[in-house]
């Protein structure tokens, strides 16, 4: 049976362990009490290292592998669950580097040449995906250099990398919504239960009664309050989840595309057609040439 994340603990992350450094290093496996829907003022630069599963970056929803690489803006909620097997354990899953705005701000002011970071931490408001696998190599050198590093030596290394994110086109921006209309810190215990049951159940004939029952909600409590702390209706939010899947397989295997439409939990062809066409604007057999094409590319790095 695989193994998810149990998201239990509530909310705000207060990093406290600043100790005066203008920037966090940190890593930690899988599992951890780390692994849950949270949000913190620090942007954190976020590269998986091992193992897949689901991402949820605002109101997106996507997948992750190793050497994926994501950075979220001060706020913004976020959460990596991991789809493991029951005993599988990863002592190392997440690379993460945290800094505040108050640093570059501050830094800003007195070298001009960081302000070309500006554009760079605008678009990390919605969260941002890389995508060069190139980048993403340097990128990984740089965090362990940082993370080897101390002082002056690490704010270069840290810089230099910035630098690198700052000047790639090949990313995708992911939330459609801003950390102010989702991060409120009352809602995220609830919250928390909410995903982490609706992860467990999406491929089933999951309903927003059930979810509602399981959080001690009335549905119609439950449907506003889902939205409002999401972004997404309970319905579309299911759906996105069930496309992310679909995707996944699309990528990974060569199985059918009628096997892919109801191991991802949508009940019948049309509507995932329907469903996927919406979301990816393409059908679920041009994701996979696409896919297929993009790996090809990738190869001749």
Not at 267 to 286: A, D, E, H, I
Request: proline share 4%.
């Amino acid at each position: 049976m695989a193994r998810t994340s149990r998201i239990t603990d509530p909310s705000y992350e207060l990093m406290d362990d600043h100790e005066g450094h203008s920037l966090i290093y940190r890593q930690h496996g899988f599992p951890s009490p780390l692994v849950r829907w949270h949000f913190h003022k620090e942007y954190e630069l976020h590269l998986i290292v091992a193992s897949s599963g689901k991402v949820f970056i605002g109101d997106y929803i996507g997948n992750f592998a190793p050497d994926t690489l994501f950075l979220t803006g001060p706020n913004l909620p976020h959460n990596w669950i991991s789809q493991v097997a029951a005993d599988e354990v990863y002592p190392q899953r997440d690379m993460l580097v945290n800094f505040t705005d108050e640093v570059l701000d501050s830094g800003s002011a007195v070298f001009s040449e960081l302000q070309g970071l500006a554009p760079l931490l605008a678009r990390a408001q919605y969260g941002i995906e890389f995508r060069c696998p190139r980048l993403i190599s340097e990128a990984r050198t740089l965090m362990q250099r940082i993370a080897d590093s101390t002082g002056i030596a690490r704010l270069g290394h840290f810089l230099i990398l910035m630098e690198l994110l700052a000047a790639t086109e090949d990313y995708q921006l992911l939330s459609g919504v801003r950390a102010a209309q989702l991060a409120d810190e009352s809602n995220v215990e609830r919250i928390n239960r909410a995903v982490d049951y609706i992860f467990q159940h999406y491929v089933q004939d999951l309903t927003q009664e059930q979810v509602a029952e399981h959080l001690g909600m009335t549905p119609t409590y439950f449907s506003r309050f889902f939205k409002q702390a999401t972004g997404r209706g309970f319905v579309e939010f299911v759906n996105r989840l069930r496309v992310s899947k679909s995707c996944e397989l699309l990528s990974t295997s060569d199985k059918p595309v009628t096997d892919v439409c109801f191991e991802s939990g949508f009940s019948n062809v049309s509507n995932f057609n329907r469903r996927f066409q919406q979301l990816k604007g393409m059908t679920p057999s041009g994701y996979r040439r696409l896919v297929t094409q993009r790996m090809t590319e990738q190869n001749q790095y």
